[in-house]
């Protein structure tokens, strides 16, 4: 009878599967009748029973084969077994997680074996001292419905079994590996539990509060029983979505501030951080809460600081400013007028000067009461700086009420005050502005009440005057700049902003040219057309270009050395005789190269002629330093200065760049002086670039530098230090690039 080989069923019995004998075949009664007739027949017939039986066989197989394979690519462990327990097939991963009882694994034998030897060698540490106990109820789990516990094993891992029966009362076994979660877990609870930032976990959908830290309940003052009852809505002091509310895409939530009440009734501000997480299996959040009670009340201080005058509590300029901008924009559509007045105190500096600050600060506060007595409650008044108050009065249809107002204000100051045993009487002056007649902003109302109340002074102190159209203002307001930048200058306020000198071939930047720029405390940036001008006609030139040079050539030395730094001199700073020595103090205390160092001077300069200037441009020349003609072409002389003096560098003026695409004339004058520069070994600088048609022409005609927008804006040495480190590494990346 056919038999399966023996070599098969050590094939099966390694796979895991059972080896399910085949019956031999009977004969027949009719065979045992007919058996000699029959026999061809018969034999025929056992052949075909005999090829079925070993084609079932193969197809098993290969199903069982393709069974292995599928489990064995899990990531999680899986064993079946039979009705009574025992192994019928396994996969990799389970024998991996149970490595140290691999070797008892075998088809047939039974689960508890195992586990009974596995307790014996000590692979199951929570086993010790009750061995046969635990492995009753290890066996017990098998077969109850939904079986699924943790066990843990002697090197320390811990596994997630999940076992569940088979209709034929078998068992499916699941096992995972959750070491690291566990592991995540233990972590987040002693960093939950001790930390001493109060934490909370809630559920994510019914905001039940799950657990708390002793932090919480500290801050809180709630038991953890009643932190039990309660849920996230009933700590919030006022009605409000939950605190990770909106926007989910971020598993951790940016901190929201929120209102909270502790068990005492007592409000707290808390800024609260908000991170999803799994917590016994359900999702919940995990809120962490910064008690900022005491930083909004201090921020609350410095807001008012910031807005007030910190010795009589008056709003300031700021928030005069502000609550001037909100009164007339509730007046602009109406008839109503607004009278803005600035009262700055006569002989105030007399005062300080004669019986102290102490006394002086008392008689500020002093008369920022008779002010505030004198006003109505609608009406507003600040304190300026030390010696100047604004009042602003609403509800006016005619400048003759301001007039009361002002004849009002000046009497109530002029009454003695009694400081100290000091019996002290002082004045005042009034500059007005009407709204809307003299400005429909603040700045504009409080420049032009500032500008009348100098004028007042200085024609008749003790009054009050009106704003006039037809005043003096451009007089006016260049006095203001002469004594703004004189200040600016003494107080080094002024800055150095810095444009690119950009290389066309390379695009590298191989100088900045240094600009003054002016942060003005009540104007914001002045505009040097504005203050230039001013300087040099009254010669603060000389103090604000000595500025400018140290801060350049101090910013320059913390440059790559390959980076120049250029700066303008005005024709007055060569007049003084000292510019030589005020450019090497400068690069002696900067540590600068003169080489690093190049000044552009104008044509204006060589108009006078003078051998002074010429020998300081020698000097300046001998010592290393570049000299750059700017705006070459405008003037009319400007070949002779080549002859005159050996330029370092001419820049082609902007007019000449401007539309230089659709601009044959200028295209020829571009191409003249990049060929002249070639010719006489000068560097040629276009200035104003702003578009790709005119970087392109100017590369077609030959100019070596570009300078304008296109390329960057002026910048502070902040942002020009990060535009440097850029193409630092840029370049070291490429020379890296080009060795390998």
Partial sequence: MPRIRPTRRKKLKRAGMRRTPVRPLRPSPKLKCNIVANVPVEIAEVERQRAQAEAAIAEAKISHDRLREAIDILPQGIVFLDAEGRYILWNKKYADIYKGSADLFEPGARLADTIRIGVARGDYPEAVGREEEWIAERLARMYQPGGRHEQKLADGRV??????????????????????????????????DVNPVPMIVCSLEGERVMSVNDAAVAHYGYSRAEFERLTIRNLQAFESDPPWSGDRSSDEQAARTWKHVRADGSLIDLAIYSRELIYNDRPSMLLALIDITERKRAEARLAFMAQHDGLTGLPNRSLLRQQLDDILLHTRRSTEKVAVMVLGLDNFKAVNDTLGHGIGDKLLRGVAKRLRSSLRDEDILARLNSDEFAVVQTGLTRPEDGALLSRRLLEAIADPYLLDGHSVVIGATIGIAMAPGDGDDSEKLLKNADMTLSRAKNESRGTFSFFEAGMDARAQSRRKTEIDLRDAIQNEVLQPYYQPLVDLSSGRITGLEALVRWPHPERGMVSPAEFIPVAEETGLINGLGGLMLRRACTDAAQWPDNVRVAVNLSPAQFRTGNLLSIVMDALKQSGLQPTRLEVEITETLLLEKSSQVLATLHALRALGVRISMDDFGTGYSSLSYLRSFPFDKIKIDQSFVRGLDTNRDAQAIIRSIASLGMGLGVTVTAEGVETEQE???????????????????????????GLLRAQSGADAALAQARVA
């Fill in 695 to 721: 970087l392109r022409c100017l590369r077609a005609e030959g100019c070596h530098e570009g300078q304008g927008f296109l390329f960057s804006r002026a910048r502070p040495n902040e942002e020009i230090v």
């Fill in 159 to 192: 596994i997630l079994i999940e076992e569940r029966l088979t209709g034929d009362g078998g068992v499916i076994g699941l096992r995972v590996d959750i070491t690291e979660l566990k592991q995540r877990e233990a972590s987040f609870r002693l960093l939950f």
